[in-house]
C-alpha cells in the first residue's frame, strides 16, 4: 500500500510570498505523482503530473519535484495570490496498480492580501 | 473538449435507499476511477473501470458497486445507505500513455443521507 503524508496540513500567508509545500510516500515504486488544487466544495484540478523517470514539472508559477529514492516531492508556488488559496493535494499511484491513486490528506493554504 | 461530467450534483437520500451516480469522461479515455471524500478519512479509492472491466477495487463493502459502458460512461450504486456514506463522490477520467496514467476529476456528486 502507497502511504502519502503532506506537511503542514495548513498555511497562512501574505501574498508575494515563495512557498513550499511537501508530500511524502512511502512506496518507491511510484510511476506518477500528481498534485491537485481543491476550491470548498469542489471537484479536483490537476496541476501538474510527475513520471517516475522525470525529476521535476513546471507551469507558470508552480514547480514540482520528484525524488524517489527519499520519497518525497514538493510543490513550488512562486509569488503566492490570493487566488492561490486552496487545498492542494498530492497523489501517487503503485507500478503494480498504475493509475490507482493514494491521495495525502492535503495542505490547506491561504493567503491574504 | 469537454471535462468530466458527473450528476447528479447533489443528492439528499433517506437511510436504507439506495442511489445511482453517473460519470462520463473526456471523450476518447477508457478508464474511470471513483473515489469517495470525506473529512475524517479523506479521498478513498472505490474502483476503477477500463474498457467496461473491472480491474481495480478498493476496501469498500459489496454495497458499493459499478458499471461501464461500451461508451465508457460509469455508473456508481450505493445499496442499503447508511448515515456514513454521506460524502462528497468523484469520478476520475484517467489518460493512459504507456506508464504515463493521468487523472482529471469531476465537480463531484454530494451525497447527504438522512
Known amino acids: 500500500k502507497q502511504e502519502v503524508t503532506q506537511i503542514p496540513a495548513a498555511l497562512s500567508v501574505p501574498e508575494g510570498e515563495n512557498l513550499v509545500l511537501n508530500c511524502s510516500f512511502t512506496?518507491?515504486?511510484?510511476?506518477?505523482l500528481q498534485w491537485f488544487r481543491q476550491d470548498p466544495g469542489k471537484g479536483l484540478t490537476s496541476l501538474l503530473l510527475?513520471?517516475?523517470?522525470?525529476r521535476e514539472q513546471t507551469s507558470g508559477r508552480l514547480n514540482a519535484s520528484l525524488d524517489k529514492s527519499s520519497g518525497r516531492s514538493t510543490l513550488y508556488i512562486a509569488a503566492s495570490q490570493p487566488g492561490d488559496s486552496a487545498t492542494y493535494l498530492c497523489a501517487g499511484d503503485r507500478g503494480s496498480t498504475l493509475g490507482r491513486l493514494y491521495f495525502g490528506r492535503g495542505t490547506q493554504l491561504t493567503v491574504w492580501p | 473538449k469537454a471535462g468530466v461530467t458527473q450528476t447528479p450534483r447533489y443528492l439528499i437520500k433517506t437511510r436504507g435507499q439506495q442511489v445511482t451516480l453517473s460519470c462520463s469522461p473526456i471523450?476518447?479515455?477508457?478508464?474511470v476511477s471513483w473515489y469517495q471524500q470525506t473529512p475524517g478519512q479523506g479521498l478513498q479509492f472505490l474502483f476503477e473501470y477500463f474498457s467496461e472491466t473491472q480491474r481495480n477495487k478498493g476496501n469498500f463493502p459489496g454495497r458499493f458497486s459499478g458499471r461501464q459502458f461500451s461508451n465508457s460512461r460509469s455508473e456508481m450504486n450505493v445499496s442499503t445507505l447508511e448515515l456514513g456514506d454521506s460524502a462528497l463522490y468523484l469520478c476520475a477520467s484517467i489518460a493512459y500513455q504507456g506508464q504515463r496514467a493521468e487523472a482529471f476529476f469531476g465537480q463531484g456528486t454530494r451525497l447527504t443521507v438522512v
Open positions: 471523450s476518447g479515455h477508457r478508464s
Open positions: 510527475i513520471q517516475s523517470s522525470q
Open positions: 512506496d518507491s515504486a511510484i510511476y506518477n
